[in-house]
C-alpha cells in the first residue's frame, strides 16, 4: 500500500470525520461532559465568593481580637451595652416586639 493512496482515500477521511464527530457528541453530552463542567464551574465560583465572604469576616474579627487585647475602651463599652450593662445612673429599657408577646 501506498501512503499517498492512503491520504486521498475519501473512505478513510470520511471513517475519520464520522469518528472525530461521534467523539465529539460523546465529549459534550456525556455523564462528565460540558454540561457537568459547566455545573462544576458554577460551583467553583460559589465557592470563591464564600471564600472571599469568611476572609473578610476573619480580618474583622482579628481586628476585634486585636483590639480586645489591648483593651481599648470603647469596644469593651460597646460589648458591654450589647450584653446589657449601664453606666452608673444610667436606665435602660427594653422593648419586646409584637411577635414575643
Known sequence: MNANWLLKSSTLWGVLGASGFLSLLAVLFSQGGLP???????????????????????????????????????????????????RKGETVYTFRSSRER
Not at 38 to 64: G, I, P, V
Open 36 to 86: 457537568e463542567l459547566r455545573k462544576r464551574e458554577a460551583e467553583l465560583q460559589t465557592a470563591r465568593t464564600r471564600l472571599l465572604e469568611l476572609n473578610h469576616r476573619n480580618r474583622e474579627l482579628l481586628e476585634e481580637v486585636q483590639r480586645l487585647a489591648a483593651k481599648d475602651p470603647e469596644l469593651m463599652e460597646a460589648l458591654a451595652r450589647r450584653q446589657g450593662y449601664a
